[in-house]
Protein backbone atom coordinates (compact mmCIF):
# COMPACT_ATOMS: atom_id res chain seq x y z
CA UNK A 1 0.00 0.00 0.00
CA UNK A 2 1.05 3.49 -0.83
CA UNK A 3 -0.09 6.69 0.56
CA UNK A 4 0.99 10.45 -0.41
CA UNK A 5 0.90 12.70 2.89
CA UNK A 6 0.96 15.97 2.85
CA UNK A 7 2.26 18.35 5.46
CA UNK A 8 1.52 22.00 5.69
CA UNK A 9 1.84 24.71 7.86
CA UNK A 10 -1.18 24.33 9.98
CA UNK A 11 -0.47 23.86 13.27
CA UNK A 12 -0.45 19.80 14.74
CA UNK A 13 2.75 18.64 12.93
CA UNK A 14 2.64 16.18 16.06
CA UNK A 15 -0.40 14.64 14.08
CA UNK A 16 1.88 13.93 11.02
CA UNK A 17 4.94 12.58 12.76
CA UNK A 18 2.60 10.41 14.17
CA UNK A 19 0.73 9.21 11.52
CA UNK A 20 4.19 8.66 9.51
CA UNK A 21 5.57 6.42 12.90
CA UNK A 22 2.39 4.50 12.60
CA UNK A 23 2.59 3.96 8.87
CA UNK A 24 5.94 2.51 9.10
CA UNK A 25 4.86 -0.09 12.05
CA UNK A 26 2.02 -1.25 9.46
CA UNK A 27 4.33 -1.33 6.26
CA UNK A 28 2.56 1.26 4.13
CA UNK A 29 4.75 3.06 1.87
CA UNK A 30 4.68 6.73 3.09
CA UNK A 31 5.74 9.56 -0.19
CA UNK A 32 6.00 12.67 1.90
CA UNK A 33 5.37 15.96 0.46
CA UNK A 34 5.67 19.30 2.79
CA UNK A 35 4.72 22.74 1.87
CA UNK A 36 7.44 25.66 3.06
CA UNK A 37 5.71 26.15 5.67
CA UNK A 38 4.60 22.50 6.86
CA UNK A 39 8.59 21.91 7.19
CA UNK A 40 9.15 25.43 9.48
CA UNK A 41 5.88 24.57 11.58
CA UNK A 42 7.25 21.30 11.77
CA UNK A 43 10.69 22.27 13.17
CA UNK A 44 9.34 24.69 15.32
CA UNK A 45 6.38 22.49 17.25
CA UNK A 46 8.56 19.37 16.86
CA UNK A 47 12.25 19.93 16.63
CA UNK A 48 11.73 17.57 13.12
CA UNK A 49 13.92 18.11 10.53
CA UNK A 50 13.02 16.74 6.85
CA UNK A 51 16.07 14.40 7.22
CA UNK A 52 14.25 13.29 10.72
CA UNK A 53 10.83 12.56 8.47
CA UNK A 54 13.21 10.78 5.64
CA UNK A 55 13.32 8.19 8.49
CA UNK A 56 10.00 7.33 8.08
CA UNK A 57 8.68 7.86 4.44
CA UNK A 58 9.91 5.66 1.35
CA UNK A 59 10.50 9.73 0.00
CA UNK A 60 10.19 12.95 0.22
CA UNK A 61 9.62 15.26 -2.36
CA UNK A 62 10.29 19.09 -2.58
CA UNK A 63 6.50 21.01 -3.35
CA UNK A 64 8.35 22.76 -6.20
CA UNK A 65 9.00 19.78 -7.81
CA UNK A 66 6.31 19.33 -10.38
CA UNK A 67 8.53 16.84 -12.28
CA UNK A 68 7.90 14.20 -9.20
CA UNK A 69 5.94 10.81 -9.73
CA UNK A 70 3.36 11.92 -7.53
CA UNK A 71 2.37 14.58 -9.80
CA UNK A 72 1.07 12.51 -12.03
CA UNK A 73 -2.04 9.79 -12.06
CA UNK A 74 -0.17 7.63 -13.65
CA UNK A 75 1.84 6.62 -10.20
CA UNK A 76 0.18 4.30 -8.63
CA UNK A 77 -1.11 5.44 -5.29
CA UNK A 78 -3.78 4.27 -2.73
CA UNK A 79 -4.58 7.29 -1.82
CA UNK A 80 -3.74 10.99 0.23
CA UNK A 81 -3.94 12.38 3.54
CA UNK A 82 -2.88 16.47 4.14
CA UNK A 83 -1.97 16.51 8.24
CA UNK A 84 -2.18 19.28 9.31
CA UNK A 85 -4.05 21.31 6.42
CA UNK A 86 -3.46 24.82 6.45
CA UNK A 87 -6.65 27.20 5.27
CA UNK A 88 -4.15 28.26 2.59
CA UNK A 89 -4.14 24.82 1.11
CA UNK A 90 -7.20 23.95 1.80
CA UNK A 91 -8.47 26.74 -0.30
CA UNK A 92 -6.03 26.11 -2.97
CA UNK A 93 -7.35 21.80 -2.83
CA UNK A 94 -11.02 23.39 -2.90
CA UNK A 95 -10.26 25.79 -6.48
CA UNK A 96 -7.88 23.84 -7.65
CA UNK A 97 -5.13 26.01 -7.55
CA UNK A 98 -2.04 23.52 -7.41
CA UNK A 99 0.66 26.00 -7.87
CA UNK A 100 2.71 23.34 -5.73
CA UNK A 101 3.61 19.74 -5.81
CA UNK A 102 1.42 19.14 -2.49
CA UNK A 103 -1.47 20.77 -3.98
CA UNK A 104 -1.03 19.18 -7.30
CA UNK A 105 -0.70 15.80 -6.20
CA UNK A 106 -4.74 16.70 -4.36
CA UNK A 107 -5.11 17.80 -7.81
CA UNK A 108 -4.64 14.49 -9.23
CA UNK A 109 -6.02 12.07 -5.95
CA UNK A 110 -9.37 13.80 -6.61
CA UNK A 111 -9.61 13.53 -10.15
CA UNK A 112 -8.51 10.12 -10.33
CA UNK A 113 -10.85 9.16 -7.95
CA UNK A 114 -8.83 8.37 -5.13
CA UNK A 115 -9.43 8.55 -1.78
CA UNK A 116 -8.22 11.91 -0.21
CA UNK A 117 -8.94 12.77 3.61
CA UNK A 118 -7.68 16.29 4.70
CA UNK A 119 -7.11 17.04 8.59
CA UNK A 120 -7.89 20.94 8.44
CA UNK A 121 -6.61 22.72 11.65
CA UNK A 122 -7.88 26.77 12.71
CA UNK A 123 -10.36 27.88 15.21
CA UNK A 124 -12.45 29.69 14.88
CA UNK A 125 -13.66 29.32 11.01
CA UNK A 126 -14.93 31.73 8.86
CA UNK A 127 -17.24 31.17 5.99
CA UNK A 128 -14.54 30.70 3.47
CA UNK A 129 -13.20 27.69 5.44
CA UNK A 130 -16.28 26.17 5.92
CA UNK A 131 -17.31 26.65 2.40
CA UNK A 132 -13.79 25.49 1.01
CA UNK A 133 -14.52 22.24 3.63
CA UNK A 134 -18.43 21.78 2.41
CA UNK A 135 -17.63 21.55 -0.83
CA UNK A 136 -14.76 19.46 -1.01
CA UNK A 137 -17.11 16.96 1.32
CA UNK A 138 -19.67 16.97 -1.23
CA UNK A 139 -16.86 15.30 -3.80
CA UNK A 140 -16.13 12.42 -1.29
CA UNK A 141 -13.37 14.64 0.38
CA UNK A 142 -13.02 12.88 4.06
CA UNK A 143 -13.15 16.42 6.12
CA UNK A 144 -11.29 15.34 9.84
CA UNK A 145 -10.61 18.09 11.75
CA UNK A 146 -8.04 17.49 13.83
CA UNK A 147 -10.46 17.77 17.27
CA UNK A 148 -9.80 14.67 19.58
CA UNK A 149 -12.45 12.71 21.84
CA UNK A 150 -12.09 12.68 25.71
CA UNK A 151 -14.50 10.21 26.18
CA UNK A 152 -11.60 7.39 26.64
CA UNK A 153 -10.01 9.10 29.58
CA UNK A 154 -6.86 10.19 27.58
CA UNK A 155 -3.54 10.79 30.68
CA UNK A 156 -0.86 12.15 27.93
CA UNK A 157 -0.51 13.91 24.63
CA UNK A 158 0.32 10.92 23.07
CA UNK A 159 -3.03 9.19 23.73
CA UNK A 160 -4.71 12.35 22.65
CA UNK A 161 -2.92 11.94 19.66
CA UNK A 162 -3.09 8.60 19.32
CA UNK A 163 -6.99 8.85 19.05
CA UNK A 164 -6.79 11.18 16.18
CA UNK A 165 -4.19 9.20 14.21
CA UNK A 166 -6.13 5.84 14.95
CA UNK A 167 -8.96 7.56 12.73
CA UNK A 168 -6.39 8.57 10.33
CA UNK A 169 -5.62 5.07 9.82
CA UNK A 170 -9.24 3.68 9.58
CA UNK A 171 -9.93 5.88 7.05
CA UNK A 172 -7.78 4.29 5.00
CA UNK A 173 -8.61 0.52 6.43
CA UNK A 174 -5.23 -0.02 7.95
CA UNK A 175 -5.45 -2.68 10.92
CA UNK A 176 -3.68 -0.89 14.17
CA UNK A 177 -3.88 -0.56 18.26
CA UNK A 178 -2.84 2.91 18.00
CA UNK A 179 -6.03 3.86 19.58
CA UNK A 180 -8.82 2.28 22.19
CA UNK A 181 -12.35 1.25 20.37
CA UNK A 182 -15.34 2.57 22.52
CA UNK A 183 -17.01 -0.49 23.63
CA UNK A 184 -14.08 -2.99 23.41
C1 LIG B 1 3.45 28.51 14.23
C2 LIG B 1 2.40 28.68 13.16
C3 LIG B 1 1.19 28.03 13.28
C4 LIG B 1 0.22 28.18 12.29
N1 LIG B 1 -0.97 27.52 12.46
C5 LIG B 1 -1.91 27.60 11.48
C6 LIG B 1 -3.12 26.87 11.60
O1 LIG B 1 -3.38 26.15 12.58
N2 LIG B 1 -3.99 26.92 10.56
C7 LIG B 1 -3.74 27.67 9.44
O2 LIG B 1 -4.57 27.67 8.52
N3 LIG B 1 -2.60 28.40 9.32
C8 LIG B 1 -1.68 28.38 10.30
N4 LIG B 1 -0.52 29.09 10.18
C9 LIG B 1 -0.33 29.94 8.99
C10 LIG B 1 0.11 29.13 7.78
O3 LIG B 1 1.37 28.52 8.02
C11 LIG B 1 0.18 30.07 6.55
O4 LIG B 1 -1.11 30.47 6.16
C12 LIG B 1 0.89 29.46 5.37
O5 LIG B 1 0.85 30.36 4.29
C13 LIG B 1 0.31 28.14 4.95
O6 LIG B 1 1.00 27.70 3.82
P1 LIG B 1 0.96 26.20 3.33
O7 LIG B 1 -0.47 25.78 3.28
O8 LIG B 1 1.58 26.24 1.98
O9 LIG B 1 1.74 25.39 4.31
C14 LIG B 1 0.47 28.98 11.16
C15 LIG B 1 1.70 29.63 11.04
C16 LIG B 1 2.64 29.51 12.03
C17 LIG B 1 3.95 30.24 11.90
Known amino acids: MKIVVGITGGSGAIYSVAFLQALKQAGVEAHVVMSTMGEQVLEHECGFTREDISAYAERVYDNRDLFAPIASGTFKMDGMIIVPCSMKTLAAVATGYSDGLLARSADVTLKEGRKLVIV ?60 SRWGE
Open 120 to 179: PRETPLNQIHLDNMLKLSRMGVTIMPASPGFYNHPQTITDIVGSMVGKMLDAFNIEHSIS
